[in-house]
């Protein structure tokens, strides 16, 4: 399989560092599922140079993962310990630091129009997570400021990612990046959802984490739209802490008695359509759509 070619430079760009204690420590992740690796390899796949790209990208994502955690005070990801669990919040800074400056030099060897466009993504990641930790500061009941979030935060690299694969093949870039920021979207819509349905075992950490950390995803915010003045306090003093039985059991039944879950699938479920209208006769990417809407963790 074409990804196993991805693993293998991986391995190499952790090899050149020279740093046992950086290829130990990053042998322990868990890899996940290459979204961005696979969709610029369904975009150019016969190019040379796309499972160079997709390697970068992954060690980005990884080492945007590792300061996630740090950020999140998460103890655990896709199923094991986090790094800052197992061995500190500055073992997972500096992992992540060396990761992602790797990959930067590396991109250094691509057209400057790669370079630049995937250098500019991690910026607006940046800047998204930044947005992330403040709107968690209080319940955030505003739509247009979570969507703007998510886009920075999670579609902005998928999207580019399909830019720079559609500029190495000789595609029309445009159309490919809207299919990535339309699937980019809708892949973090699903992961909140998920966060609310999914067992913990599945998700690898606890459900309703995210309200925990006081992240207000879509399904919140459309059930305070739906809420009476009353039931919006008991909402927004449910924020940021962790829930008792009834509390969660209050929070399901509301949800499940206004549709929320199902609407934000909708909503998915329409991001899905516009990624697949951008790009109508490339059956590999609607595959790749299918399996962002239909996973369960
Ligand atoms: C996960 O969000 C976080 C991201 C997708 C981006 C994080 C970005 C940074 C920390 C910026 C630093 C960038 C680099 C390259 C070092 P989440 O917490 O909602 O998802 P989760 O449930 O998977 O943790
Ligand atoms: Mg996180």
Same mark, same amino acid.
């Given at each position: 399989?074409?990804?196993?070619?991805?693993?293998?430079?991986?391995?190499?760009?952790?090899?050149?560092?020279?740093?046992?204690?950086?290829?130990?420590?990053?042998?322990?992740?868990?890899?996940?599922? /290459? %979204?961005?690796?696979?969709?610029?390899?369904?975009?150019?796949?016969?190019?040379?140079?796309? =499972?160079?790209?997709?390697?970068? !990208? #992954?060690?980005?994502?990884?080492?945007?993962?590792?300061?996630?955690?740090?950020?999140?005070?998460?103890?655990?990801?896709?199923?094991? =310990?986090?790094?800052?669990?197992?061995?500190?919040?500055?073992?997972?800074?500096?992992?992540?630091?060396?990761?992602?400056?790797?990959?930067?030099?590396?991109?250094?060897? +691509?057209? =400057?129009?790669?370079? /630049?466009?995937?250098?500019? &993504?991690?910026? $607006?990641?940046?800047?998204?997570?930044?947005?992330?930790?403040?709107?968690?500061?209080?319940?955030?009941?505003?739509?247009?400021? *979570?969507?703007?979030?998510?886009?920075?935060?999670?579609?902005?690299?998928?999207?580019? @990612?399909?830019? @720079?694969?559609?500029?190495?093949?000789?595609?029309?870039? &445009? &159309? *490919?990046?809207?299919?990535?920021?339309?699937?980019?979207?809708? +892949?973090?819509? !699903?992961?909140?959802?998920?966060?609310?349905?999914?067992?913990?075992?599945?998700?690898?950490?606890?459900?309703?984490?995210?309200? !925990? #950390?006081?992240?207000?995803?879509?399904? *919140?915010?459309?059930?305070?739209?739906?809420?009476? $003045?009353?039931?919006?306090?008991?909402?927004?003093? +449910?924020?940021? /802490?962790?829930?008792?039985?009834?509390?969660?059991?209050?929070?399901?039944?509301?949800?499940?008695?206004?549709?929320?879950?199902?609407?934000?699938?909708? *909503?998915?479920?329409?991001? @899905?359509?516009?990624?697949? %209208?951008? %790009?109508?006769? #490339?059956?590999?990417?609607?595959?790749?759509?299918?399996? !962002?809407?239909?996973?369960?963790?």
């Amino acid at each position: 399989m074409i990804l196993d070619h991805v693993e293998a430079i991986i391995d190499q760009l952790i090899a050149e560092i020279d740093f046992p204690q950086a290829s130990e420590l990053f042998s322990k992740l868990s890899g996940g599922k /290459r %979204l961005r690796a696979r969709l610029i390899l369904s975009i150019a796949p016969s190019h040379p140079d796309a =499972p160079l790209l997709g390697a970068i !990208v #992954e060690l980005i994502h990884a080492a945007s993962l590792l300061h996630d955690d740090v950020i999140d005070e998460a103890m655990t990801r896709r199923g094991t =310990p986090s790094v800052n669990a197992t061995h500190g919040s500055k073992m997972a800074i500096m992992l992540g630091d060396i990761l992602y400056s790797k990959a930067f030099s590396s991109l250094t060897s +691509f057209d =400057p129009l790669i370079a /630049r466009s995937i250098a500019e &993504s991690v910026t $607006k990641l940046s800047v998204g997570e930044m947005m992330d930790v403040t709107m968690g500061e209080a319940f955030n009941s505003n739509r247009e400021s *979570y969507l703007k979030m998510l886009y920075l935060k999670t579609a902005t690299l998928i999207e580019s @990612c399909a830019y @720079c694969a559609a500029l190495l093949e000789e595609k029309n870039p &445009s &159309s *490919y990046a809207v299919y990535g920021k339309n699937l980019g979207l809708a +892949f973090q819509i !699903v992961d909140d959802i998920l966060d609310i349905t999914s067992n913990s075992v599945m998700l690898g950490k606890p459900a309703l984490n995210d309200f !925990v #950390e006081g992240k207000t995803t879509l399904p *919140y915010i459309d059930l305070y739209d739906e809420l009476s $003045k009353e039931d919006k306090e008991k909402l927004i003093s +449910f924020h940021g /802490r962790s829930l008792d039985a009834d509390e969660k059991e209050w929070l399901f039944s509301s949800m499940e008695k206004y549709g929320v879950i199902e609407k934000s699938y909708s *909503y998915a479920q329409a991001l @899905c359509d516009e990624a697949i %209208l951008a %790009l109508p006769d #490339e059956n590999a990417l609607r595959a790749i759509i299918t399996t !962002v809407i239909r996973r369960s963790y």
